[in-house]
Structure formats: C-alpha cells, structure tokens
T-cell receptor, first 116, second 114 residues
Framework: AQKVTQAQTEISVVEKEDVTLDCVYE???????LFWYKQPPSGELVFLIR??????QNEISGRYSWNFQKSTSSFNFTITASQVVDSAVYFC?????????????FGQGTELSVKP | DAGVTQSPTHLIKTRGQQVTLRCSPK?????VSWYQQALGQGPQFIFQ???????QRGNFPDRFSGHQFPNYSSELNVNALLLGDSALYLC?????????????FGPGTRLTVL
C-alpha cells in the first residue's frame, strides 16, 4: 500500500540555519510522482516541486533543494539559510502514475518554525 | 490568471445538517479533487471529478457526494453532518494529461460542526 512518512512532527531553527525535512515513501509501483507542498497559517497548500520516479536528479531552486533517492525511498527537502517567512507546515505527497490524474497521498506534515 | 477559489471561507453547522461547498478551478484546468484536512493531519483524498463524473474516490462514506459542472467548477455535499466532519476542506484543480499532474489548491473552507 502507498504510504508517506514524515517522522519529524516539529522542527525549530534560528534564522539563517539550514534545515532538512525528511520524507520516506512506500509504493509498489515503478511509476510514481512525489511532491512537496507548503501550508502557511492561511491554510492554502502551495505547490513547491514535483518529481517523477524516473528522474533522480537532485534539484535546486534558490534556497530550496530536494534530494531524491530511490534506493532509500526518500525525498528530502532542504532549506538553506532559513528565513522567518519559511515558517509553515510542509507536506510531502505521493501519487502513483497508474491512476490517471492521481490522488495525492500526504504525509502527516512537518511544522517548521524559524525564529529570528 | 485566477487561481483556485473556494466558497465559503468559513461555515458553522450543527449535527445532522447538510452542507454544500463550492470550488472554481484554476483557469485552463478540467479536473477537480477534494480533500479533507483534520486539525494537525495531512489532507485526505475524498474524490476527484473529471468530465462531470467521479473518477476516483477515497475512503469516505456515501454521505460525501459531489458534482462537477460543464464549466469545470465543482461542489462537495456532505449530508447528516457529524462532529467528526469538522475540518478544512481543500479543493485542488489540475489539467488531465494522463499523468499524475500537479494539483493546485484553493484556500479551503473551514467547516465547524457543533
């Protein structure tokens, strides 16, 4: 069965620290997609990144970077030089390619608090 | 370019009542998915609509039903409300291209059942 685990419930860092949010997934499919979303206090889920299972290349976007490792079924998210505006709940999600359109299976989320 | 919109923002109902939540997808999108997010939890998939039909359904009872209109907007209906239905209801839209396309979320409707 598909499952996403975000073992870190809460993380607190001081501004400018680097922080890594862990995500481990389970799936039997060879084709699947992984996502990260940010949920600020306003409640709206903001899309950050989408990766497919055939592309293990790591990605960097500004202060954000993602490390995808199929061997360990992990898709970790690192924020470099964190800022107060990064404070939010971050969700990792999985979608299996065989389901057209693909329902998202979310982890429990990691609440990140960045203190000035 | 308008994003996903939802109405109302907040709603308070009592047990046993019925509620209808509305969603307008992002411009150009044809697929709408609904999720329920209880406090402190990740969103749970309720169902997805494409071409005015329910295409996928999560593990939710028949009290939860939906509809998609020709303009791709969608409604979520919940009958016989229970206290446990209190949650943030999120609508997400995407463009069906036969893949697990990126879903973009609206701001949600906060439902409180008393």
């Amino acid at each position: 069965a598909q499952k996403v685990t975000q073992a870190q419930t809460e993380i607190s860092v001081v501004e400018k620290e680097d922080v890594t949010l862990d995500c481990v997934y389970e799936t039997r499919d060879t084709t699947y997609y992984l996502f990260w979303y940010k949920q600020p206090p306003s409640g709206e889920l903001v899309f950050l990144i989408r990766r497919n299972s055939f592309d293990e290349q790591n990605e960097i976007s500004g202060r954000y970077s993602w490390n995808f490792q199929k061997s360990t079924s992990s898709f970790n998210f690192t924020i470099t030089a964190s800022q107060v505006v990064d404070s939010a709940v971050y969700f990792c999600a999985l979608s299996e390619g065989r389901n057209q359109g693909g329902k998202l299976i979310f982890g429990q989320g990691t609440e990140l608090s960045v203190k000035p | 370019d308008a994003g996903v919109t939802q109405s109302p923002t907040h709603l308070i109902k009592t047990r046993g009542q019925q509620v209808t939540l509305r969603c307008s997808p992002k411009s150009g999108h044809d697929t709408v998915s609904w999720y329920q997010q209880a406090l402190g939890q990740g969103p749970q998939f309720i169902f997805q609509y494409y071409e005015e039909e329910e295409r996928q359904r999560g593990n939710f009872p028949d009290r939860f039903s939906g509809h998609q209109f020709p303009n791709y907007s969608s409604e979520l209906n919940v009958n016989a409300l229970l206290l446990g239905d209190s949650a943030l209801y999120l609508c997400a839209s995407s463009l069906d291209r036969g893949l697990s396309d990126t879903q973009y979320f609206g701001p949600g409707t906060r439902l409180t059942v008393l």
